[in-house]
């Protein structure tokens, strides 16, 4: 039986389940399956300060979103202005429960509960304080990014634009910009910042 401290020095590959030693590796780098050919891991540059400033970027492009209308439509000279709130508020109104409560998670509370757990959880590991905290943060964080599809959302507002053409006058406020922004820039953490790169850093941040 190995131990877990010998267990972490150990890699194995998710390609052809070969089992390797890790290596500490060279800026820029990755390690390779020598079986499969595989990427193994990759050496993050300066993982922690990347993360949270883009992290604190999209709490900023995220609030933005929120203050202002995204879309105004001008409709035979009746001039309205659509906030992300008012998305969700007009189904109350309407009586759409369900409708509402689902888009005000999707658009509204999953986003702002994602980038502030992931803010707060970057900055106590930068202090290195609170592993505990950390620790429930990063599995909170696996448990909700399954349900992250804020760029669905986008996505269904810009078809509803494209219906409206021809019918009214559509301008794109600076919320819209700043959602767009906001979508990219989750986009590419959801792909470039894993797991288990997250839980990696929280050790190597802690052990010592
Ligand atoms: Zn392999």
Known sequence: MLSNHELDKL?????????HKK???????KAICTTCHSTLYRKHEDLLNKSLALSVTTLIF??????????????????NGITLSSVFLTMFDKQF???????????FLLPLTLIVNFVILLLFMKLKINERAVKKMLVLLSTLLPWNMVEIFLISILVAMVKLIGYAEINFGISFWALVL??????????NISMIALWGMKERIYER
């Open 11 to 19: 890699v194995i590959c998710k390609k052809c389940a070969t089992l």
């Open 23 to 29: 290596i500490i590796l060279a800026s820029k780098t």
């Open 62 to 79: 995220f609030i933005t979103a929120n203050l202002f209308p995204i879309v105004t439509i001008d409709f035979a000279g009746s001039v």
């Open 97 to 107: 429960y369900f409708a509402g409560i689902f888009s005000a998670f999707v658009i």
């Open 182 to 191: 906001f979508v990219f820039i989750d986009m590419y953490m959801t792909k």
